[in-house]
Each structure stands twice: as C-alpha cells, then as structure tokens.
C-alpha cells in the first residue's frame, strides 16, 4: 500500500520559514518524479514545486521562486520543502504527490499518489 505523509506544517508569523516533509512508504521512491500542491481556502488547487526522480530537475511556480526549495533524499524516501520569507498569501494545505511518468510535471492529473496533506497558516 502507497503512503504519503506529510509534516511540518503550522502557523507561523509572515517572514519565518518552515521545512515541510513527505516520507513514503509502499513504492520504489527512486523512481518517482515528486511534487508539492497547495489549496487555499476558497480556491483550486496548485502546483508549487516538484523534483524530478534523480534529483537533478527542480520546477517551481512563479510566486515561489528564490523562497522555496524542493530536495529529496532517496535514502530516506522523503522529499522537502523548505520555505523561507513566507507571505499571508502563502496560507494553504500543502500536498505532496509521486508520479513515475519520465518528465517532471506541473499538472495535478500526472500524479498517481497523494498525500493527505498538512496545514500552513501565515500570519501577516
């Protein structure tokens, strides 16, 4: 069974940074190209970042660029995100998903597992 778990999340004041993990169980990590959505409250979800299996590609969302980044350790089948300089508008549940496809994507349909998800909330 695939198992996506994330942790990290928490409310914090505008301007800190925090390190969100996902550690997987169930499928050939070293495989998967990982990826970080977010869903604010009232809105669709999106992509953040994501990494492709090797480590060597990373991928980010305009807004997020210079702030965040997207790291994994194959060894230990997680994958981060570490947030610095985080904004009000950066509030949302955060989630992790894998996909095997060969490129890295920024499209939620590529992904084939999920995570539950874990809860940012900055504080202006």
């Known amino acids: 069974q695939v198992q996506l778990l994330e942790s990290g999340g928490g409310l914090v004041q505008a301007g800190v940074s925090l390190r969100l993990s996902c550690a997987t169980s169930g499928l050939t990590f070293s495989l998967y190209n990982m990826g970080w959505f977010r869903q604010a409250p009232g809105k669709e979800r999106e992509f953040v970042a994501a990494?492709?299996?090797?480590?060597?590609?990373?991928l980010y969302t305009t807004s997020v660029k210079g702030r965040f980044t997207i790291s994994r350790d194959n060894a230990k089948k997680t994958v981060y995100l570490q947030m610095n300089s985080l904004k009000s508008e950066d509030t949302a549940d955060y989630y992790c998903?894998?996909?095997?496809?060969?490129?890295?994507?920024?499209?939620?349909?590529?992904?084939?597992?999920w995570g539950q998800g874990t809860q940012v909330t900055v504080s202006s």
């Open positions: 990494i492709s299996w090797s480590g060597s590609q990373t």
């Open positions: 998903a894998a996909d095997v496809a060969a490129v890295v994507s920024t499209e939620e349909s590529s992904y084939d597992y």
